[in-house]
């Protein structure tokens, strides 16, 4: 199942699943169910196994009244972030699955669940994932000379922008929320830090952010407020998973923090391509 991982990562060793969920998950409401010890064999009731199984659905078209649905044929397509996502049709009677991506020798074809990184398919589903392309950044503060604070946060919220697409991939989900607040502090939603296939999509989403909280500043001084956050993304988001790699190495004789350590792995590869592909 896949909240397996995270049971057993929240009970057996809770500071480390703390770590996990600081960050921020795209579905937190699938972390919520039972407990289970890595010690004992879990107890699977048919009520967590369905809840494995379903998608939410909104009524009417209406975003905000969903209900929870079985579609099992859908439920047999796997998430591949390279991958083109699910969409409904316009009558909101069906759920359409376009895969652009099969693998003819196993004939299995995938569709995206979402823009997930490794940590989030971790979570999420359960198992080890590295398709993406990209890292979500964790969450900081950043003191900017003269004109405040900046606000990374663990939110996952963007703005649909049609002008996002670059090589031929919808990259709408790469631009964060943000919101001046009152005392004059930018918040930014969780940002995406993208590697070969659109390495300038940060830089984009940092210079969109700036201009939105403080209008007017010129080229220059624009572009060092960029690279200035840039550097602090990096570097805050690296010693994240350096300090979950340490958490993990020291719960011995897990399964679940053993795949953590593997996770952070594929992370902290993510973000050494991410830096080649910017340079």
Not at 135 to 159: K, M, N, W
Not at 181 to 205: C, H, N, Q, Y
Not at 215 to 230: A, M, N, R
Request: proline share 4%; net charge negative.
């Amino acid at each position: 199942l896949r909240q397996s991982v995270s049971r057993y990562l929240r009970v057996d060793h809770p500071a480390l699943f703390d770590a996990l969920t600081d960050r921020g998950v795209p579905q937190p409401e699938q972390l919520h169910g039972r407990a289970s010890s890595s010690a004992e064999l879990p107890d699977v009731s048919v009520k967590d196994f369905l809840k494995s199984r379903v998608l939410r659905w909104p009524k009417h078209g209406n975003e905000d009244d969903t209900t929870d649905v079985l579609m099992s044929l859908i439920d047999y397509i796997n998430h591949d972030s390279r991958a083109t996502p699910h969409q409904r049709s316009s009558d909101n009677n069906a759920l359409v699955a376009t895969s652009q991506r099969c693998r003819e020798k196993i004939s299995e074809c995938f569709v995206q669940y979402g823009p997930y990184d490794a940590q989030d398919v971790l979570l999420l589903h359960g198992y080890l994932d590295d398709s993406a392309d990209f890292v979500r950044s964790t969450s900081f503060s950043v003191p900017v000379e003269d004109l405040g604070t900046v606000h990374i946060g663990s939110e996952i919220a963007y703005q649909p922008n049609k002008h996002t697409v670059s090589k031929g991939k919808n990259r709408s989900w790469s631009f964060p929320s943000v919101r001046t607040r009152d005392d004059g502090d930018l918040e930014v939603s969780s940002l995406f830090i993208i590697t070969e296939t659109d390495p300038m999509a940060l830089k984009r989403a940092l210079t969109l952010a700036i201009a939105a909280w403080r209008h007017g500043l010129d080229q220059p001084t624009t572009s060092h407020l960029v690279g200035l956050l840039e550097r602090a993304v990096l570097n805050e988001t690296r010693g994240y998973y350096e300090k979950l790699r340490i958490m993990a190495q020291a719960a011995q004789n897990s399964v679940a923090a053993d795949m953590v350590q593997k996770m952070v792995s594929i992370q902290l590869q993510t973000l050494s391509r991410y830096s080649s592909a910017v340079q």
